[in-house]
């Protein structure tokens, strides 16, 4: 781990350096200013998982080390899993918080913070934060129903959770969700406090 950091390091120096450098004399009459935003380890980073915080200042990507997967999040190495599920690295819209979905064995798992919730069949949504970023919402399936999960709390069971107007789940406030579900033959609409 420290070799690897070392290495990191001693990249990104190069890299910016002579980055620096070669951008002086390819285009000598513009002017640019770069920040390092965070090191990556280019040898195991999968690039098309790599997301940047709307604050620019923090930086998560999942990376492949030998046939597991885990996500780096500002430089630090989570745990490593089976698989990390693509698309699914979102930060909230206040850049503090981050969350995913991970695979291990047959089970998937959201990640919130770096703790685990509760494995699924399937997770059906990416995770999504509330309004206030307080809360974390996505749709999970356990055998053949599915339910909206809020902060690891599972609401009412449902055959199925309805795809309209392109999102599952929309948020009212920072408090108040509604979606549409089927019960059987029954199409219903759901209003539900988060609290």
């Not at 640019?32 to 990556?40: K, M, S, T």
Request: hydrophobic content about 40%; overall charge negative; glycine content about 8%.
């Amino acid at each position: 781990m420290v070799k690897r950091a070392m290495a990191l390091c001693l990249s990104s120096f190069l890299v910016l350096g002579i980055g620096s450098a070669w951008g002086q004399e390819q285009y000598p009459d513009r002017q640019a200013a770069e920040r390092l935003i965070a090191p990556i380890d280019s040898s195991i980073w999968l690039p098309d998982t790599f997301r940047i915080s709307p604050d620019r200042k923090r930086v998560a990507y999942a990376a492949q080390i030998d046939d597991k997967q885990l996500v780096v999040l500002d430089g630090i190495d989570g745990r490593p899993f089976d698989g990390i599920m693509k698309g699914s690295l979102i930060f909230s819209w206040n850049s503090k918080r981050f969350a995913y979905i991970a695979k291990e064995g047959n089970k998937k798992i959201v990640v919130v913070d770096g703790a685990e919730e509760k494995p699924y069949d399937e997770v059906k949504t990416n995770p999504m934060f509330n309004p206030d970023c307080r809360k974390v919402v996505y749709v999970a399936q356990a055998g053949d129903k599915v339910c909206v999960v809020v902060d690891g709390k599972e609401g009412k069971l449902y055959d199925e959770i309805l795809n309209t107007g392109g999102g599952k789940i929309v948020f009212d406030s920072a408090d108040q969700i509604h979606y549409y579900a089927r019960s059987g033959n029954s199409v219903v609409y759901v209003e539900e406090k988060i609290e």
